[in-house]
C-alpha cells in the first residue's frame, strides 16, 4: 500500500521489469488495433460500398431477365401444348397432337389470317 502510483493508477515504470513494461506496451498496441478495427467495421456495417451496391444492382437485373425469360419459356410450352392438344382431339383430348394435328392447325391459322382481314375492313 505504501508503493508509488502513477497518475493513471499503474505502478511507476522503474518498479516493472523489462519484460512487464513490453508486455503491457504491447496490450497498449494491441488496444489501439482493436479500437481501430472497430471503427472501421462499424464504417462498413453502416455504409454499404458503392461497389457492393452496384454489383447487387447489376445482379438484380440479370435475375429479373432471366425470370422474365422463364416466363415468357413456360407461356409458350403451354400456348404450344394448348395448340396441340386442341387441333389433335378437339379439345381436351390426351394425344398429344401428333396425330395429323399439324395439318389441321395449319389450317385453322389460315381461317383465323382471313379473319382477321374481314375485320380490318369493317
Partial sequence: MDQPHAGG????????SPMEQEILEEYERLAMNMKTLATLLENL???????????????????????????????????????DWGAGGGGGGNNGGNDGGEEKVEEREDEDDDDDDDDMEE
Fill in 9 to 16: 493508477g499503474l505502478i511507476s515504470p522503474p518498479e516493472l
Fill in 45 to 83: 456495417a453502416s455504409n454499404p460500398t458503392v461497389g457492393i451496391l452496384d454489383g447487387l444492382r447489376e445482379l438484380e437485373r440479370k435475375t429479373s431477365l432471366a425470370f422474365t425469360l422463364l416466363k415468357a419459356s413456360v407461356y409458350s410450352i403451354v400456348l404450344q401444348q394448348e395448340i
